[in-house]
């Protein structure tokens, strides 16, 4: 049981170059989130699901789009990156919104530079 | 509009010293909280949460928190510190009726020997 697994756990990318970060878990949660993490900044919700092939956005989700075609996968892309990108990202998952399933489990992160 | 706010940015304490971290949220439903871990280089490791019921609650590693809805507030408590505890700390908030949580932008423990 793996739980929540992330990759790349690393990638230097240069500005307007597109790549695309993927999130897989393996505990049949329906719920999954993504996070980017910056200093002093906590984290901020980038885009989120709420079952299989369905998005939202979150609090900062411009210049990302994502995907669920398969309930275990959850990918983040970026089209045209740009040096603001530069953050740690973190993928979450929980098996529902409501309580007491609610708890977020989260992967290892990966740490994207833009340059 | 919803909140987290954790008042202190880094903590600094001695080893086997008490510690007490602060998180005050904002939020018109019942809330519902949690305290997670993130050492350096790792992902966040949940510590305890809050949903209903008994106000003081325990966690992992010897953590403690007590929700008191009068203050608004979610505090991290531990009676003796150690140094394996440096990390940074993350105060979350969620509800009934949304999808997600809301997380403080954390505090970073610093532990001298």
């Known amino acids: 049981n793996a739980g929540v697994t992330q990759t790349p756990k690393f990638r230097v990318l240069k500005t307007g170059q597109s790549m695309t970060l993927l999130c897989a878990q393996d505990?049949?949660?329906?719920?999954m989130y993504w996070y980017r993490q910056d200093p002093g900044m906590g984290l901020r919700l980038i885009h989120y699901?709420?079952?299989?092939?369905?998005?939202a956005k979150g609090e900062v989700p411009d210049g990302y789009n994502v995907s669920r075609l398969k309930k275990q996968n959850f990918l983040l892309g970026l089209e045209s990156a740009a040096p603001s990108q530069t953050s740690v990202y973190f993928c979450?998952?929980?098996?529902?919104?409501?309580?007491?399933?609610?708890?977020?489990?989260f992967g290892p992160g990966t740490r994207l530079t833009v340059l | 509009a919803q909140s987290v706010t954790q008042p202190d940015i880094h903590i600094t304490v001695s080893e086997g010293a008490s510690l007490e971290l602060r998180c005050n949220y904002s939020?018109?439903?019942?809330?519902?909280l949690f305290w997670y871990v993130q050492s350096p280089g790792q992902g966040l490791q949940l510590l305890l949460k809050?949903?209903?019921?008994?106000?003081l609650v325990q966690g992992i590693k010897g953590f403690e928190a007590e929700f008191k809805r009068s203050q608004s507030s979610f505090n991290l408590r531990k009676p003796s510190v150690h140094w394996s505890d440096a990390a940074e700390y993350f105060c979350a908030v969620g509800a009934y009726n949304t999808d997600k949580l809301i997380f403080g932008t954390g505090t970073r423990l610093q532990v001298f020997p």
């Open positions: 809050y949903f209903s019921g008994d106000t």
């Open positions: 505990m049949n949660h329906e719920y």
């Open positions: 979450a998952s929980s098996l529902l919104a409501e309580p007491p399933y609610n708890e977020q489990f």
């Open positions: 699901s709420v079952g299989e092939g369905t998005t």
């Open positions: 939020y018109g439903a019942t809330p519902y």
